[in-house]
């Protein structure tokens, strides 16, 4: 009996590895060398340089908002979707921070970040819903406040899916322009908003600067606004240049990523596994890529600019975060601050750009740590210092 349920394991073993390998083959020989399954391996690959130990779950948030006429993917199917997310050992009373990444990104950009973090925070990290490998619905979204809805919404369901009542949330880039819009509508579950290089605080009358004034006046611009208006993203090139995407995102990654340091540049296999995951994160179907153009016009300026929320801001305490290189503006942080009723505090890192948590680890992870002294240790939390390293605006 033993013996004959060893060999029908065995098979079963044998039938799963050939159907694996045919996958891989089939995602090799076809025009866009991608899969599902290859966008998880990428993820698991870049996940084990970090050594802290993590459960993996694919979080069920239904078909939809209940009882909402029209669904956050504007989906006729009752298919349910899901949110890839990770969760990382902590200690048992550990405060939760949830990470959510910014566009044309998933979690695993947080690579770098996850130990130094888990010792102080129970980490989760998502993909947001159409990133990453997060359920890829059609995106049939036709506004502004539909196309919110989609992520914050998704974000709403994810959250009562883990049980969560309140968390410290951080967002970068496009991830906080979601994360600040969540803590205006759900500020309850919010412990502290912290806002990395955020997206959506600039104005396009009051920020933009006169180089892309000029550029956008030209037949150049009008012909790059022309591919924005008509959500050409640049996923879409990636895609497009099939069995050749994964030369050109090596490329950028070796750019992007080697332009500043802090005496930690990504090492041989850091840049080899992070290249990997980016081209078959950026490479899957369309999915959330697809919201650019009706949350941003050209230039990255927000449709609906969060400086006009800056009074309805609830959230007990916000925090900023900037590389001293970021292209994000941080004057537009300073003012919304003025506008705002509850605390908030901007901080600086150096030797850094947009990618702060990537070029200046160290730096990122003692602006957090600071961040969220109040909650880290309750009633002592004034008493530590500003980090000698990082600058406050």
């Given at each position: 009996?033993?013996?004959?349920?060893?060999?029908?394991a065995a098979v079963e073993s044998s039938s799963s590895t050939a159907a694996s390998k045919r996958c891989a083959w089939k995602?090799?020989?076809?025009?866009?060398?991608?899969?599902?399954?290859?966008?998880?391996?990428?993820?698991?690959?870049?996940?084990?340089?970090?050594?802290?130990?993590?459960?993996?779950?694919?979080?069920?948030?239904?078909?939809?908002?209940?009882?909402?006429?029209?669904?956050?993917?504007?989906?006729?199917?009752?298919?349910?979707?899901?949110?890839?997310?990770?969760?990382?050992?902590?200690?048992?009373?550990?405060?939760?921070?949830?990470?959510?990444?910014?566009?044309?990104?998933?979690?695993?950009?947080?690579?770098?970040?996850?130990?130094?973090?888990?010792?102080?925070?129970?980490?989760?990290?998502?993909?947001?819903?159409?990133?990453?490998?997060?359920?890829?619905?059609?995106?049939?979204?036709?506004?502004?406040?539909?196309?919110?809805?989609?992520?914050?919404?998704?974000?709403?369901?994810?959250?009562?899916?883990?049980?969560?009542?309140?968390?410290?949330?951080?967002?970068?880039?496009?991830?906080?322009?979601?994360?600040?819009?969540?803590?205006?509508?759900?500020?309850?579950?919010?412990?502290?908003?912290?806002?990395?290089?955020?997206?959506?605080?600039?104005?396009?009358?009051?920020?933009?600067?006169?180089?892309?004034?000029?550029?956008?006046?030209?037949?150049?611009?009008?012909?790059?606004?022309?591919?924005?208006?008509?959500?050409?993203?640049?996923?879409?090139?990636?895609?497009?240049?099939?069995?050749?995407?994964?030369?050109?995102?090596?490329?950028?990654?070796?750019?992007?990523?080697?332009?500043?340091?802090?005496?930690?540049?990504?090492?041989?296999?850091?840049?080899?596994?992070?290249?990997?995951?980016?081209?078959?994160?950026?490479?899957?179907?369309?999915?959330?890529?697809?919201?650019?153009?009706?949350?941003?016009?050209?230039?990255?300026?927000?449709?609906?600019?969060?400086?006009?929320?800056?009074?309805?801001?609830?959230?007990?305490?916000?925090?900023?975060?900037?590389?001293?290189?970021?292209?994000?503006?941080?004057?537009?942080?300073?003012?919304?601050?003025?506008?705002?009723?509850?605390?908030?505090?901007?901080?600086?890192?150096?030797?850094?750009?947009?990618?702060?948590?990537?070029?200046?680890?160290?730096?990122?992870?003692?602006?957090?740590?600071?961040?969220?002294?109040?909650?880290?240790?309750?009633?002592?939390?004034?008493?530590?210092?500003?980090?000698?390293?990082?600058?406050?605006?």
């Amino acid at each position: 009996m033993d013996e004959e349920i060893g060999r029908a394991a065995a098979v079963e073993s044998s039938s799963s590895t050939a159907a694996s390998k045919r996958c891989a083959w089939k995602s090799k020989l076809s025009w866009i060398p991608t899969s599902t399954d290859l966008i998880v391996g990428a993820e698991k690959r870049l996940l084990s340089l970090v050594k802290t130990s993590y459960v993996h779950e694919q979080v069920n948030i239904g078909p939809g908002p209940p009882g909402s006429k029209v669904r956050w993917f504007r989906s006729s199917s009752d298919q349910p979707r899901f949110i890839n997310t990770i969760t990382f050992d902590s200690k048992e009373d550990a405060p939760t921070l949830v990470m959510v990444h910014g566009y044309a990104a998933s979690q695993g950009f947080f690579f770098r970040n996850f130990d130094a973090l888990a010792a102080h925070f129970r980490v989760i990290a998502i993909d947001q819903l159409g990133w990453g490998a997060s359920s890829r619905p059609d995106f049939d979204c036709k506004s502004t406040e539909e196309t919110e809805a989609w992520f914050i919404d998704s974000f709403e369901a994810w959250r009562k899916a883990k049980n969560l009542d309140k968390f410290i949330l951080l967002g970068h880039s496009f991830g906080g322009y979601v994360a600040a819009k969540y803590a205006l509508k759900h500020p309850e579950h919010v412990q502290h908003l912290i806002l990395v290089g955020p997206a959506g605080f600039s104005s396009e009358s009051e920020h933009m600067p006169e180089e892309l004034a000029k550029f956008r006046a030209s037949w150049k611009g009008a012909f790059v606004n022309h591919l924005w208006e008509s959500n050409v993203t640049p996923q879409k090139f990636i895609r497009g240049l099939g069995p050749w995407g994964p030369n050109l995102v090596q490329r950028y990654t070796s750019a992007r990523f080697g332009s500043y340091s802090a005496g930690e540049e990504l090492t041989k296999e850091e840049s080899k596994l992070l290249t990997d995951y980016v081209y078959h994160t950026l490479a899957a179907k369309a999915s959330g890529e697809l919201c650019l153009k009706y949350i941003f016009s050209f230039g990255a300026f927000a449709r609906k600019p969060l400086l006009e929320s800056a009074s309805d801001w609830k959230v007990p305490t916000t925090t900023f975060i900037y590389g001293y290189q970021d292209w994000m503006d941080y004057q537009g942080a300073q003012q919304v601050r003025e506008g705002m009723k509850v605390p908030c505090e901007i901080i600086r890192a150096p030797q850094a750009g947009h990618f702060v948590f990537i070029d200046n680890p160290s730096g990122f992870h003692s602006a957090v740590v600071y961040a969220c002294r109040k909650i880290l240790s309750p009633g002592h939390g004034d008493a530590m210092r500003f980090p000698y390293d990082l600058s406050s605006a």
